[in-house]
């Protein structure tokens, strides 16, 4: 990744990471990592991907909302902390995040997954997310973390939720019959 793209992910997402490996690798879809390491001699050069950025990412993801909404909604149940979060962590309201980030944009793909669009894919602009904010937290810290998410990818929703007259959108169908 070019160091100008760089800065410019880093503008759009309102963080400069110290450590530029982590969010290279937060970026670097596995079939560009598995290119990478076919082009190089040998069996033992190993390309990181963001799969497992993603998987720690989607973790803070959820700990953060849970906590936001538990101490915004105190009034609220269970059940309707569990709804709101399952709608602010969903792919549905994420790909909406991801493409005001223009996440798409800086993801590094292998040939044959930039010739089928996959800088479009809803899977793969929310792993990329889910991937930079576990990037955020690794070279940050919690609280860099948190706030990312708050800006990002709660309050505006909570805020648009709001303006909106306060209803949840239907992400099943036993909610919609009930």
């Given at each position: 990744?070019?160091e100008r793209?760089?800065?410019a ?12 490996a982590v ?8 079939s ?10 040998g069996?033992?050069y190993?390309?990181s ?11 803070v993801?959820a ?9 915004r909604?105190p009034?609220f ?26 996440l798409?944009?800086y993801?590094?793909l ?11 894919k809803t ?7 889910e991937?930079i904010l ?6 940050g ?28 959108p ?9």
């Amino acid at each position: 990744m070019k160091e100008r793209e760089i800065t410019a992910l880093e503008q759009g997402l309102g963080y400069h990471f110290r450590r530029r490996a982590v969010i290279e690798q937060a970026v670097t879809h596995s079939s560009q990592a598995r290119e990478q390491e076919a082009q190089q001699a040998g069996d033992k050069y190993k390309v990181s991907d963001n799969e497992q950025l993603e998987f720690l990412g989607d973790a803070v993801l959820a700990l953060v909302t849970s906590e936001e909404l538990f101490q915004r909604f105190p009034h609220f149940r269970e059940g309707e902390l569990s709804k709101l979060r399952a709608h602010l962590v969903s792919e549905r309201h994420l790909i909406r995040v991801a493409q005001q980030l223009e996440l798409g944009h800086y993801l590094r793909l292998g040939r044959g997954e930039e010739k089928s669009g996959g800088r479009g894919k809803t899977a793969l602009l929310v792993d990329a997310l889910e991937a930079i904010l576990a990037a955020i937290y690794l070279d940050g810290g919690l609280e860099v973390a948190r706030e990312f998410v708050l800006r990002n990818v709660i309050a505006p929703e909570l805020e648009r939720m709001e303006r909106g007259g306060g209803t949840l959108p239907v992400t099943d169908f036993k909610s919609a019959l009930q």
